[in-house]
């Protein structure tokens, strides 16, 4: 049975109301690694039991909830970019030998038209026991135009029986239109109590650093924990902190292949505790950095931050797509560079 996690409860029992008049297409949205995925297959696969308990989960029992648990439930979808399911194939040990396996470069990260044409047969039969179909589809901001155009044609006349549950990091890169077609769910950030204590009750050491590093999601934190690695978040907020242009393009050469959305988020962040440093002496997310971050504060124009912070906050739209990501990485570096010197 999927499970979801405690500071999801409230959220649970709130949809829970819902499912009198369950609408075709539900879009979950919030932070990045705060289990989103895992609560909408945990709803997903309550939607499909045969013998769902009073708290609205799954019985995890029946044969529906046997077919849910290995993966191929007749009236269940789940469409998601290539790269995830790779991803997901090799933490699961599966292609191994690396013959059907493609690599990392060449699995789309994108959500295709051609997975959501795929869904037609699937939604024109009949269903295995008479109840719903449920397609669950995420991120939802990694369909590309013509899967999302596939997608809307799909929620303006949804088949019966069918409920569409989609998740989405980045609502605002949705199409609007895509938008006006879901029952919007937020599925907010856990306090930083409540998932300082899950971490610690995971055994990750050093818990609060790697939450506040993460932004306060508790599953990236514990991904991030469980690798060890910071180097390359190291690489940059040394960068960061001692900005100069030589500097920059050194750092850039060797973070040219790291997500690039991961090094516009861990920038934000230290702009954000750049500022809050330099107008109230504070620091959220990089409490490791507290002295350099004093020190930059003292020295740099708040005028040159917020021109930084307004850069970074840009690059977010483009960053999934660079034309090349060696420059767009020197050009982000060498912006905040001029801003912060």
Same mark, same amino acid.
């Given at each position: 049975?999927?499970?979801?996690?405690?500071?999801?409860?409230?959220?649970?029992?709130?949809?829970?109301?819902?499912?009198?008049?369950?609408?075709?297409?539900?879009?979950?949205?919030?932070?990045?690694?705060?289990?989103?995925?895992?609560?909408?297959?945990?709803?997903?696969?309550?939607?499909?039991?045969?013998?769902?308990?009073?708290?609205?989960?799954?019985?995890?029992?029946?044969?529906?909830?046997?077919?849910?648990?290995?993966?191929?439930?007749?009236?269940?979808?789940?469409?998601?970019?290539?790269?995830?399911?790779?991803?997901?194939?090799?933490?699961?040990?599966?292609?191994?030998?690396?013959?059907?396996?493609?690599?990392?470069?060449?699995?789309?990260?994108?959500?295709?038209?051609?997975?959501?044409?795929?869904?037609?047969?699937?939604?024109?039969?009949?269903?295995?026991?008479?109840?719903?179909?449920?397609?669950? @589809?995420?991120? %939802? !901001?990694?369909? $590309?135009?013509?899967?999302?155009?596939? +997608? =809307?044609?799909? &929620?303006?006349? *949804?088949?019966?029986?069918?409920?569409?549950?989609?998740?989405?990091?980045?609502?605002?890169?949705?199409?609007?239109?895509?938008?006006?077609?879901?029952?919007?769910?937020?599925?907010?950030?856990?306090?930083?109590?409540?998932?300082?204590?899950?971490?610690?009750?995971?055994?990750?050491?050093?818990?609060?650093?790697?939450?506040?590093?993460?932004?306060?999601?508790?599953?990236?934190? @514990?991904?991030? %924990? !469980?690798?060890? $690695?910071?180097?390359?978040?190291?690489? +940059? =907020?040394?960068? &960061?902190?001692? *900005?100069?242009?030589?500097?920059?393009?050194?750092?850039?050469?060797?973070?040219?292949?790291?997500?690039?959305?991961?090094?516009?988020?861990?920038?934000?962040?230290?702009?954000?505790?750049?500022?809050?440093?330099?107008?109230?002496?504070?620091?959220?997310?990089?409490?490791?950095?507290?002295?350099?971050?004093?020190?930059?504060?003292?020295?740099?124009?708040?005028?040159?931050?917020?021109?930084?912070?307004?850069?970074?906050?840009?690059?977010?739209?483009?960053?999934?797509?660079?034309?090349?990501?060696?420059?767009?990485?020197?050009?982000?570096?060498?912006?905040?560079?001029?801003?912060?010197?």
């Amino acid at each position: 049975m999927t499970a979801i996690h405690p500071w999801q409860q409230a959220a649970w029992e709130q949809l829970q109301h819902m499912r009198e008049r369950l609408p075709h297409a539900i879009l979950f949205y919030g932070a990045e690694g705060t289990g989103k995925t895992g609560f909408i297959e945990a709803f997903a696969q309550s939607l499909l039991c045969e013998n769902v308990r009073p708290d609205g989960h799954a019985c995890g029992e029946c044969a529906s909830c046997g077919w849910f648990a290995q993966q191929n439930h007749p009236d269940y979808r789940r469409v998601r970019p290539e790269a995830l399911e790779d991803e997901a194939a090799a933490a699961e040990g599966e292609d191994a030998d690396g013959d059907k396996k493609k690599s990392a470069k060449s699995a789309s990260k994108e959500i295709r038209i051609e997975q959501i044409r795929s869904l037609a047969d699937f939604m024109n039969i009949s269903t295995h026991r008479q109840g719903l179909r449920v397609v669950v @589809l995420y991120p %939802a !901001e990694a369909l $590309n135009m013509p899967a999302s155009n596939a +997608l =809307l044609k799909t &929620l303006e006349e *949804p088949p019966p029986g069918t409920v569409f549950l989609l998740s989405s990091n980045s609502i605002d890169r949705l199409l609007p239109t895509i938008l006006s077609r879901c029952r919007k769910f937020a599925l907010p950030m856990p306090a930083h109590d409540e998932a300082l204590a899950w971490l610690q009750a995971q055994g990750v050491q050093d818990a609060d650093s790697w939450l506040r590093e993460q932004g306060g999601a508790p599953l990236l934190a @514990l991904a991030q %924990a !469980e690798s060890g $690695n910071r180097e390359e978040l190291d690489v +940059l =907020l040394h960068l &960061l902190a001692r *900005p100069s242009a030589d500097a920059a393009l050194k750092a850039a050469e060797r973070l040219s292949k790291a997500p690039l959305a991961s090094l516009v988020a861990w920038e934000q962040r230290w702009l954000y505790d750049l500022l809050s440093c330099k107008l109230s002496g504070t620091v959220r997310y990089y409490p490791r950095y507290q002295r350099e971050l004093a020190a930059l504060a003292a020295s740099v124009h708040t005028a040159g931050v917020l021109k930084a912070i307004k850069g970074v906050t840009e690059r977010r739209a483009v960053a999934d797509h660079p034309l090349s990501p060696k420059l767009f990485v020197e050009d982000m570096l060498l912006e905040y560079t001029l801003c912060c010197t």
